[in-house]
């Protein structure tokens, strides 16, 4: 795991990138290109976007380097497996068979489709939880294609078959944050070098939070003046260095304790 | 498809609970402005970038020669554009005006233009025949609330640092011609600006809905938990004694979650151009009174921003003090 800002057109050093843990295999170094880069083909490969160009290693065989340009902004475009945040804003279908609407804020599929079978439990009509308009849920992206149109939603752990998080949220708040924190929040522990700003967070404070990739968070804690400085403090991490981000983090927690 | 972005019911209710408790999201008290920043460009008059928290707006005034209207012969043109591209928000379609897009374009004529803020006689050249046609194009870069506000502030700075080619008429009679000196030619003259108007939208919260927003999901848990909330309420009230939270400058959020709101349009002289109400909330003339006042607080501090913008920017461009000497209306 390594990283350092890129602009379109840079070389990409390919030396450091792939590094020496690849060498001794006996079919040569194999390199994924995820977003934002290009590839021109025989060996020639142009990054397209400006941001900090990241290499995932993935040690177990086979082994394998994936590099890409991870970008904070843009737009969310909806992809299978994600977990999203979305609102309720509509019903339709028949009390047999009854869908709901729910929009993605931020997306570029900006209405996703949740059928009310699709939650822990639903297995039969009178244990299906009623949505009401405005109702905040947390959920998975099951199938998307750009055919397809609208994204399919559940509201279960796909391994489980249980509740898992996922479903209507109660209480706290909603707040924007850019797609990429949101995918820096999400991503494995360490992934991006260190703990993140919820690890700093949960050191001092105890509190709830969901993260969906279309750049929503929702956090409930103790109180509402705890809150405000959650996301206050999640929203300014993300432009600060590490070091810094933990002394911020502190700071705002204390300043919301004080009074 | 762009649709109109739909607050949840999770939000709807904490922000009316925060405010209750004299919250809001950004940690700012209820009338602070949030950071306001005014830059020109350092190459063209006349184009601002002004940056309301995370509202963007960049507004261009540029001037053309034009026929006046035959029952204005001794007035210019003066027209304002302000069309909201989805570069702003998704919710914005190109080419199809919304009703929010119309009221801010309404309530940007009504401040600046219906205001008298640009003195249209002064655009005049040869009455009946020719006359600048001075034009403001508003771009919104950025929607988080309060776009009309900046783009009011945008116009404002634009219409004070904008400078139009000087001219001279030679010739008398039928036979009088326009000559148009080219800025590198001659000083450009700036615009009869006859006062700054400033526009600030005061967004009004009905606190007493917080309950009756808790109540309306007609839960067993819940409705124990409004109980609570009323009793809680009540006191709060009896201390305020007020029941109407009252917030300057919205984000884009509380825009959206907000039960009324009203702009005002003042200038430093204390004259009010313009208000407007929306939503569906009732306000005192207390509250409209000190709306008011405050509006001109905050009036005379943007002014003074725009000033102050304004001096660093002639200082950076009059190197030498050149532009002040050569002045047209200078003795030659």
């Not at chain 1, 991870?70 to 909806?78: A, E, K, L, M, Q």
């Not at chain 2, 939270?245 to 979650?257: G, H, M, Y």
């Not at chain 2, 405050?294 to 501090?301: G, L, Q, R, S």
Request: glycine share 8%; net charge negative.
């Amino acid at each position: 795991m390594s990283s350092e800002v890129i602009l379109p057109g840079d070389p990409i050093p390919l030396d450091s990138v792939i590094g020496n843990d690849l060498d001794d295999s006996d079919s040569g170094p194999v390199i994924q290109l995820g977003p934002g880069i290009l590839h021109i083909p025989p060996e020639t490969l142009l990054p397209i976007r400006a941001g900090t160009l990241t290499t995932l290693t993935r040690s177990k065989p086979p082994k394998s380097t994936t590099i890409y340009v991870d970008t904070s902004g843009g737009r969310y475009v909806p992809a299978v497996q994600d977990t999203i945040l979305g609102t309720v804003i509509g019903r339709f279908g028949d009390q047999e068979k009854s869908f709901y609407r729910v929009s993605i804020p931020g997306s570029a599929a900006p209405i996703g489709i949740l059928s009310s079978a699709a939650f822990a439990n639903a297995a039969s009509r009178h244990t299906r939880p009623n949505l009401s308009n405005g109702t905040t849920v947390y959920a998975r992206i099951s199938a998307f294609s750009i055919a397809l149109g609208e994204p399919e939603l559940e509201c279960f752990d796909e391994n489980t078959g249980k509740e898992g998080g996922f479903g209507e949220l109660k209480g706290g708040m909603l707040a924007d944050v850019s797609i990429g924190l949101a995918r820096r929040l999400l991503a494995p522990n360490g992934a991006y070098g260190g703990p993140s700003v919820v690890d700093a967070l949960g050191k001092l404070v105890p509190f709830e939070i969901a993260v969906g990739r279309n750049g929503r968070i929702w956090i409930d804690s103790e109180s509402c003046k705890m809150t405000v400085a959650i996301i206050t403090a999640i929203q300014e991490a993300e432009e600060l260095p590490r070091e810094q981000m933990e002394e911020r983090v502190q700071k705002i927690i204390k300043g919301a304790r004080k009074e | 498809m762009p649709r109109d972005l739909t607050p949840s019911t999770i939000e709807n209710t904490f922000v009316l609970k925060a405010l209750t408790e004299r919250i809001r999201l950004d940690s700012r008290s209820f009338n602070q402005l949030r950071d306001l920043d005014i830059s020109f460009s350092s190459t063209e008059y006349g184009v601002v970038d002004v940056k309301l928290g995370r509202t963007r707006v960049i507004a261009r005034i540029s001037a053309e020669i034009t026929q006046p209207y035959t029952d204005r012969p001794y007035d210019g043109l003066f027209i304002i554009s302000t069309e909201i591209s989805p570069m702003a928000a998704p919710t914005f379609e190109a080419g199809r005006k919304s009703e929010d897009e119309l009221v801010i374009s309404r309530i940007i004529e009504k401040s600046i233009r219906r205001s008298g803020a640009l003195d249209t006689e002064s655009l005049c050249i040869i009455s009946g025949e020719k006359c600048w046609a001075v034009r403001a194009d508003v771009h919104f870069l950025d929607h988080d609330g309060g776009l009309m506000d900046a783009a009011c502030i945008a116009v404002s700075a634009g219409l004070l640092h904008f400078r139009r080619p000087d001219i001279t008429i030679e010739g008398v009679g039928s036979r009088r011609e326009v000559i148009v000196h080219p800025i590198t030619e001659r000083v450009p003259v700036p615009l009869a600006v006859l006062h700054v108007p400033v526009c600030v939208t005061f967004s009004f919260f009905d606190v007493r809905k917080a309950s009756s927003a808790i109540s309306g999901r007609t839960r067993k848990d819940e409705a124990k938990d409004v109980d609570e909330d009323d009793v809680e309420e009540e006191e709060e009230e009896e201390e305020d004694d007020s029941s109407v939270a009252v917030l300057v400058d919205a984000t884009l959020q509380e825009e959206l979650l907000r039960h009324g709101y009203m702009s005002v349009t003042a200038n430093t002289n204390r004259e009010i151009c313009q208000i407007q109400k929306g939503g569906d909330m009732p306000v005192d003339v207390g509250v409209l009174l000190s709306c008011s006042e405050a509006a001109i607080m905050v009036a005379e501090k943007v002014t003074k921003l725009i000033n102050k913008r304004l001096k660093e920017d002639e200082a950076r461009r009059n190197v030498g003090n050149l532009l002040v000497e050569a002045r047209a209306e200078n003795d030659r």
